[in-house]
Nanobody, 121 residues
Framework: QVQLVESGGGLVQTGGSLRLSCAAS????????MGWYRQAPGVQRELVAK???????TYADSVKGRFTISRENVKNTLYLQMSSLKPEDTAVYYC???????????????WGQGTQVTVSS
């Protein structure tokens, strides 16, 4: 089991910055990928950014150059640094972790509770 606790959401002005944090606990050593997703009402949840065990990162085109994903403490904490925020970034942001359960190929997905990010226009 993996537990994810998010923090850092809030109301910011257009052009402002915000950093989201996700604290992971439980079977941390089994996590292979962590990422951030976001969702607004009536809109499909979308990947914002993800990072692998090796440090490889992937970003949605809409956030490239503005958002940075990082991690530390052996996957204990995940961050999303958001800069140059736009009203279009307004959404509930969710932390995600993918867990491999040895010796099978089963992969579990875990989600945080979500944190609201609102960018005022």
């Amino acid at each position: 089991q993996v537990q994810l606790v998010e923090s850092g959401g809030g109301l910011v002005q257009t052009g402002g910055s915000l950093r989201l944090s996700c604290a992971a606990s439980g079977s941390i050593s089994s996590i292979v990928t962590m990422g951030w997703y976001r969702q607004a009402p009536g809109v499909q949840r979308e990947l914002v950014a993800k990072i692998t065990n090796g440090g490889g990162t992937t970003y949605a085109d809409s956030v490239k150059g503005r958002f940075t994903i990082s991690r530390e403490n052996v996957k204990n904490t995940l961050y999303l640094q958001m800069s140059s925020l736009k009203p279009e970034d307004t959404a509930v942001y969710y932390c995600n972790a993918q867990q491999v359960v040895p010796p099978s190929i089963k992969i579990n997905n875990y989600w945080g509770q979500g944190t609201q990010v609102t960018v005022s226009s």
